[in-house]
């Protein structure tokens, strides 16, 4: 049996579809079946054995086309495996060591019964969209901060459980 996935995702200045690119990619590396949409153009769910929900961080909250998601189909959520990632740290902190999810994400974590959060870090270039982004990059503190390392390694382990192959740590080892 096929597994089939989707990695949905809220963006504003591409960075996060970047990091849902890349869990698509290593999902279908591992033969799985998985669909990248954006957020706020998904229907149903019924089709998708597990779903990976992936937002960017904007002053402590999730993008609202995640929010309004998570929301919306809650309930579908709640019936299969979920996993959620946030996109944010203009530093290296994500990369350092697990970062706990901001408390209104916490709660969307709670309700949907997710079986983890990651947050990774973020990326803001030059030409980002927003007052308050093109500000943060004109004092210099923007710049690229993913880890797609860590982020295939993640996806690597979401998609071993799907296939139910042996656990292993973020090493790779079992």
């Given at each position: 049996?096929?597994?089939?996935?989707?990695?949905a995702?809220?963006?504003k200045?591409r960075?996060?579809?970047?990091?849902a690119r890349?869990l698509?990619?290593?999902?279908r590396k591992q033969?799985?079946?998985?669909e990248m949409?954006?957020?706020?153009?998904?229907g149903e769910l019924q089709?998708y054995?597990?779903?990976?929900l992936?937002?960017p961080?904007?002053?402590?909250?999730?993008?609202?086309?995640a929010?309004?998601?998570?929301?919306?189909?809650?309930?579908?959520?709640a019936?299969r495996?979920v996993w959620?990632?946030s996109?944010?740290?203009?530093?290296?902190?994500a990369?350092?060591?697990?970062l706990?999810?901001?408390p209104?994400?916490r709660?969307?974590s709670?309700?949907?019964q997710?079986?983890?959060?990651?947050?990774f870090?973020?990326?803001?270039?030059?030409?980002?969209q927003g007052?308050?982004?093109?500000m943060?990059?004109?004092a210099g503190k923007?710049?690229?901060f993913r880890?797609?390392?860590?982020i295939?390694?993640w996806?690597?382990r979401?998609?071993a459980?799907?296939?139910?192959?042996?656990a292993?740590?973020?090493?790779?080892?079992?």
């Amino acid at each position: 049996m096929t597994v089939k996935v989707l990695v949905a995702y809220a963006t504003k200045n591409r960075s996060t579809a970047e990091i849902a690119r890349t869990l698509t990619e290593v999902f279908r590396k591992q033969g799985i079946d998985a669909e990248m949409r954006l957020a706020r153009d998904v229907g149903e769910l019924q089709v998708y054995d597990a779903v990976v929900l992936g937002s960017p961080l904007y002053e402590g909250q999730w993008h609202k086309d995640a929010r309004r998601f998570a929301k919306r189909h809650r309930e579908a959520l709640a019936g299969r495996p979920v996993w959620l990632f946030s996109s944010g740290p203009l530093d290296e902190s994500a990369n350092e060591g697990d970062l706990p999810p901001v408390p209104s994400v916490r709660r969307i974590s709670i309700r949907i019964q997710a079986r983890e959060h990651v947050t990774f870090g973020g990326c803001l270039s030059d030409d980002a969209q927003g007052w308050m982004a093109r500000m943060i990059v004109k004092a210099g503190k923007g710049g690229d901060f993913r880890d797609f390392e860590q982020i295939s390694a993640w996806a690597q382990r979401i998609g071993a459980t799907l296939l139910g192959e042996p656990a292993t740590d973020r090493g790779g080892q079992p």
